[in-house]
């Protein structure tokens, strides 16, 4: 596979629920190695269209992984096919120890046998989930629990990586780490897809940005735009 | 002070067998959100199988009831509820009582009405005395019993991946299929485990009865309903804690209550759920819902 191939492609992606359009046939690319972002109004189809590339929600359009068509199957085999989401308000099993949810990301992992390798660098990434590692994390604070997140979906290895808000009430500081470990991450080569609210922060940090307005994609923005107000109140007010 | 030691083991052991029951309950609950009422028809399947093989010795038997009541849980999910994955919690539970009903019939039309009898473990029926404090044997079997399944299930669901997996997914399904966790592979442990558990209640309800009808395990599933709901039937412990709570005063008060008033003892402790369920409607071992931490 030539490198080229490698990421996320999305052609024609469409989303309704009760057969009311939710995303409306929008293509994107992820390429490896690049952060790519989608901000929007609340209602914009942004986390339709990252829980249906999962498969967790039916949808139409093609999904290409790596250029495999993941067509079809549900989250679990997205999974092993190198895509990790994660999801939105960060969903960590509060019950479990912080090292039984970074056990539980591996379950995903399509090489069983990088595991001790993985959670070296995970935890490399996030020493405090070191330090934590057998506190429950129900306990943990937001940004600690978003670091948690991240590392649990990077146990699986995936190839591409998607975020459902990662900054959503987290303090800025930790905002800070965060987007700091996804640069990291980028630098890795893996396709990072970033869904936010924040735009400045999104459209500053990412090699490229889309603008989801009701289900449609309405403007691409490069970094440099990010201090753009005309672009900035396009983007949301249209 | 011997009669009240007495009826605190037995209170103990009601406990205990109805806490097995609502954890079988519970752990298909966590998972696909279906509150079982046909548990029972895997109670009364393990029960019969105990009475139709017991002359063929304990070995023998006790494992033949294990795997019958394994496969019917695993055959209605299979049949029945893996077509129901997009129904509601309460869908799900009407059809679990039309699942129940159903199963009654067939044991009707294969056993007859009437019940089966055989002296299962008749050995438990007999009383010990300790220090002045005559105690049935079955009722420490029961809570042996139920300690060793719970250190078993304790050490699976924490040291074991797939009970790790299991135990993640019963919290937050959704999540944990978006991390890897195969659906099928938590799903179908979890009926496996609730039939085993199943089968523990039907051993323990059969030695004390020794007699089976084709709505054997209704009772005992009605009581570990209202006991996983009252102690939180989202969370594993939850449902444990609310079967053993429920079986616990239901013993109590048979023992305590005047004779004219133990006849409706259920009453009593229907009363104390209400009051529960009205205090804390989450159940009482579920948190409120507190601040999101930044």
């Known amino acids: 596979m030539s490198n080229a191939d490698k990421g996320l492609s999305v052609v024609d992606l469409t989303v309704a629920y009760n057969g009311v359009p939710a995303v409306r046939g929008i293509s994107l690319e992820v390429p490896a190695g690049q952060a790519i972002g989608l901000i929007g109004p609340n209602g914009a189809g942004k986390s339709s269209t990252l829980l249906s590339i999962m498969g967790a929600i039916p949808r139409g359009g093609t999904v290409l992984v790596d250029g495999v068509d993941v067509a079809g199957l549900p989250p679990e085999k997205v999974v092993r096919k190198g895509v990790s989401l994660v999801p939105e308000g960060r969903h960590v099993f509060a019950d479990l120890t912080v090292m039984d949810n970074l056990r539980l990301g591996a379950v995903g992992r399509r090489d069983k046998s990088g595991y001790a390798e993985a959670l070296e660098n995970v935890l490399t990434m996030f020493p405090i989930l070191s330090e934590f590692s057998a506190r429950q994390a129900g306990l943990l604070s937001g940004g600690q629990q978003q670091q948690l997140a991240i590392g649990r979906s990077l146990m699986a290895d995936p190839d591409v990586l998607m975020l459902d808000e990662p900054s959503l009430g987290l303090s800025p500081t930790a905002v800070d780490t965060v987007f700091e470990a996804l640069d990291v991450i980028r630098g890795l080569g893996k396709a990072v897809l970033v869904v936010e609210q924040r735009a400045e922060f999104t459209i500053a940090f990412c090699n490229r940005t889309y603008v989801l307005h009701d289900g449609e994609i309405t403007l691409t923005l490069k970094p440099e735009d990010a201090n753009n107000v005309d672009v900035l109140t396009q983007a949301y007010f249209g | ?294």
């Open chain 2, 1 to 294: 002070m011997s009669q009240l030691l007495q009826s605190l083991v037995d209170a103990l052991s009601a406990g205990a067998t109805l806490g097995l029951a609502a954890l079988a309950i519970g752990l298909v609950f966590g998972v696909i959100r279906l509150a079982n009422f046909a548990t029972g028809e895997i109670i009364t399947a393990g029960a019969y199988t105990l009475i139709f093989t017991w002359q063929l010795g304990w070995y023998i038997s006790i494992p033949f009831a294990i795997i019958v009541a394994v496969l019917l849980s695993l055959l209605m999910e299979l049949s029945v509820f893996s077509r129901m994955r997009a129904a509601t919690p309460a869908t799900l539970l009407i059809a679990s009582f039309g699942l129940s009903f159903l199963l009654q019939r067939v044991y009707e039309l294969a056993f007859t009405n009437n019940v089966q009898t055989a002296p299962v473990a008749s050995e438990l029926a007999q009383s010990i005395s300790i220090g002045g404090v005559r105690i049935q044997m079955l009722s420490v079997a029961t809570i042996l019993l139920a300690a060793i399944l719970l250190t078993g299930l304790q050490l699976f669901l924490t040291r074991a991946s797939l009970g790790l997996q299991l135990k993640a997914a019963a919290a937050d399904f959704k999540t944990a299929r978006l991390i890897g966790i195969p659906a099928s592979r938590v799903i179908g442990l979890s009926f496996a485990l609730s039939g085993i558990l199943a089968a523990a209640v039907a051993f323990v309800t059969t030695v004390q009865t020794g007699a089976v009808g084709p709505t054997f395990g209704v009772p005992i599933t009605i009581l570990a309903l209202v006991g996983a709901v009252i102690g939180g039937i989202d969370k594993i412990s939850g449902a444990l804690a609310g079967g053993f709570l429920v079986g616990f005063a239901t013993s109590m008060l048979a023992s305590w209550l005047p004779q004219d008033m133990s006849n409706f003892k259920d009453a009593y402790v229907f009363m104390l759920v209400i009051g529960v369920l009205l205090m804390r409607p989450q159940g009482l071992l579920i948190r409120g819902r507190g601040a999101v931490r930044t």
